[in-house]
């Protein structure tokens, strides 16, 4: 797979374990609003659900706020008062999302060296834009990509006005590029027109994720060559079932999920990254490079 000119790379568990980072955070949060509230655990958690399935993002901000518990408890507060009635909930998600994001073993030092041979990095993701550049920002990569191919951002406001508007002008704009909801994994145009974009033959590129059924699916049905980061679909069974709980993924969502893994169940990445993401170097014949990595 050498002579690569760029490397589309996947970001959530791929470059960083996002199932161990988010799901312990928003239980954490979870847990403090059903203390404050005072309501029942689980029927908030229902809640969280359906905000989560009507906005179609577990990570939709401020979720906490439009639940029906929490409108119901707070009946004629202003916003203001309830974000300050429920910041010890806010405080406990940030608190476990600075214990827990952080990125797999060599993902920096790889980039660098990936960097290094003028191979250009871009970032594709089916996250929305605030959740991405939020965790761009906090792990300190976004000097790695030249451009970030994220979904939409959320149609939402944030309940701070200044502090919105503060975020968005931190936004590096000339890196981000919006997909619209229907641009979605494994849709091979999708990959097509990132390839298009930055002028890359599909040959001279090479596309890393850590999902069989989307991302390398994705890679096979727009013939751009494929490596699998196995290390990053390994996760906590408790953990993922904690976070199918308060999934945005609808009945529908999930039936397509198991057709498009019965599809993907005999594709062949091109190459297998079974343990690290350094083994990325070997991948795009970089693999003299190793020995300038601490391991």
């Known amino acids: 797979m050498g002579n690569k000119q760029l490397l589309v790379c996947d970001l959530d568990n791929t470059l960083y374990d996002w199932v161990s980072y988010f799901v312990p955070s928003f239980y954490a949060m979870a847990d403090v609003a059903t203390q404050i509230t005072g309501c029942d655990r689980e029927k908030l958690l229902d809640d969280f659900r359906q905000v989560h399935q009507k906005h179609g993002d577990s990570e939709h901000p401020f979720a906490l706020l439009e639940t029906q518990v929490v409108k119901d408890r707070y009946r004629g507060w202003s916003v203001q008062s309830i974000l300050k009635e429920l910041d010890p909930a806010f405080h406990a998600f940030n608190s476990a999302r600075k214990a827990n994001l952080k990125l797999h073993p060599y993902v920096r030092q790889t980039l660098d060296l990936i960097t290094a041979a003028d191979i250009k990095i871009v970032a594709h993701t089916e996250s929305k834009l605030y959740g991405v550049v939020d965790r761009l920002n906090r792990l300190d990569l976004f000097h790695y990509f030249s451009r970030v191919y994220c979904r939409e951002r959320s149609k939402s406001v944030h309940p701070n006005a200044q502090s919105a508007s503060d975020w968005l002008a931190r936004i590096p704009a000339d890196k981000i590029v919006e ?15 990132i390839c298009t974009r930055e002028g890359a033959e599909r040959e001279a590129v090479a596309y890393i994720g850590d999902s069989i059924a989307r991302d390398i699916l994705m890679a096979k049905r727009a ?14 069974p408790e953990l993922y079932k904690k976070l199918v709980r308060i999934s945005h993924w609808t009945t529908e969502e999930v039936a397509r999920e198991i057709s498009l893994k019965e599809e993907a169940k005999n594709i062949k990445p091109d190459f297998v990254a079974e343990t690290s993401f350094i ?14 990595v601490a391991v």
């Open 223 to 236: 013939n751009v060559p494929s490596i699998w980061a196995k290390y990053g679909a390994q996760h906590d």
């Open 279 to 292: 083994e990325v170097l070997a991948a795009l014949d970089l693999k003299r490079s190793v020995r300038h």
């Open 179 to 193: 997909l619209s909801h229907n641009q979605t994994k494994p849709d091979p145009t999708v990959l097509l027109e």
